[in-house]
């Protein structure tokens, strides 16, 4: 175990699964007490169950929060607090793309427009809201986002709602990095390329889709939640203590070639 993270506690949101999940396994295995939080109670509790019978980490809980309820998401600040687990570190990181519904602008029905701003722009705020309060009196913290090249360029051009919501979660990053800078609190935003987990089943059970995709990442190949692993340990860990406000890619090149 390397220790990066040794001492600081880091909550996941949507860590049953995906990418989430494989952060939540890796600042674990670099010394962080973690939290697993889903709308997946029961995903999230195996997860954090499984990190703790792989081996030598320090502590690992599961836990329910529905990042789109505001209810849900002081719950459970709330009993993280109470518990003494407040976070150092919380990756806003849960969030949906609806396959089959989200759409160009002309066929997209108000419904599935609103349920991928309800999940993702507005769960990611009230994330942020009760992170930011939590961290305050701890004199601080660090909070990494999940981006998506869908937010940067036209990568999401069949997906309206959820390229919007990406695109407004950078701007999110860069006005609560700003405005809590002084208080120690940085926030910065990671940006993965396709990534092969449940929240794409649909692309990757589509050869032709996955071809097209793989075609615009020029090292040819998909992500996995392993490629953004170690950006997410130096954002959480104190050696990027001079980084806030930032969008970084790691994307095969994805958006940036
Ligand atoms: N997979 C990709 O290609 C890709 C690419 C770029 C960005 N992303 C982003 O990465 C993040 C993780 O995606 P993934 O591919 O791991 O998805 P996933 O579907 O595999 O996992 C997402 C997790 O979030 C949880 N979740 C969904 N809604 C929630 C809610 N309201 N409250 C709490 N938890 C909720 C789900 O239960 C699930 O466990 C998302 O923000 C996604 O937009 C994914």
Known sequence: MSERLEGKTALVTGAAAGIGRGIAARLASEGARVILADRDEAGAVAAAHEIVSAGAIVAARGMLMDISDEASVTAAFTSLVDDGWVPDVVVANAGVQLFGRDAKVADLDLDSWQR???????????????????????????????????????????FTAY?????????????????????????????????????????????????????????????????????????????????????VAVDGGMTTL
């Open 116 to 158: 991928t701003i309800d999940v993702n722009l507005t769960g990611t705020f009230l994330t942020l809201k009760h992170a930011v309060r939590a961290m305050l009196p701890n004199g601080g913290g660090s909070i990494i986002l999940t981006g998506s090249p869908t937010g940067i360029r036209g990568e999401g051009a069949e």
């Open 163 to 247: 390229s919007t919501s990406k695109a407004a979660i950078h701007g999110l990053g860069r006005t609560v990095a700003a405005a809590y800078v002084k208080e120690g609190i940085r926030v910065n935003t990671v940006v993965p390329a396709y990534t092969e987990t449940p929240l794409v089943s649909a692309i990757t059970s589509d050869p032709e889709s996955r071809a097209a995709i793989i075609s615009r990442i020029p090292m040819g190949r998909a992500g996995s939640p392993g490629d953004i692993e170690g950006i997410v340990v130096f954002f959480a860990s104190d050696e990027s203590a001079f980084a806030t406000g930032t969008l």
